[in-house]
Nanobody, 114 residues
Framework: QVQLVESGGGLVQPGGSLRLSCAAS????????MGWYRQAPGEQRELVAA???????NYADSVKGRFTISRDGTKNTVWLQMNSLKPEDTAVYYC????????WGQGTQVTVSS
């Protein structure tokens, strides 16, 4: 049974940073293209960052240059480093494969506000 457990969210001021983690079990993240998604209130879930099996990252234009996705095969974990956060980054953040295949985890709330 696959489980994806996101953590690391919180309340941060504009311009601040957070590092999200996604601990996976039942699936080996190094063998999958993985993605970080987010869903703001009233909005559809969107892909913000992904990493291919070969390790190549790609980003939504809205986060390019500010977010960095990475993966640790030994810990079976996917990370999302978020810098220069903006209020419009406020959302619940989820990880899943790309495209999403497994059930969604509970996500982690990121709130950017002064």
């Amino acid at each position: 049974q696959v489980q994806l457990v996101e953590s690391g969210g919180g309340l941060v001021q504009p311009g601040g940073s957070l590092r999200l983690s996604c601990a996976a079990s039942g699936v080996i993240v190094s063998f999958k293209s993985m993605g970080w998604y987010r869903q703001a209130p009233g909005e559809q879930r969107e892909l913000v960052a992904a990493i291919t099996i070969g390790g190549s990252p790609n980003y939504a234009d809205s986060v390019k240059g500010r977010f960095t996705i990475s993966r640790d095969g030994t810990k079976n974990t996917v990370w999302l480093q978020m810098n220069s956060l903006k209020p419009e980054d406020t959302a619940v953040y989820y990880c899943n494969t790309r495209p999403p295949y497994y059930s969604w985890g509970q996500g982690t709330q990121v709130t950017v506000s002064s």
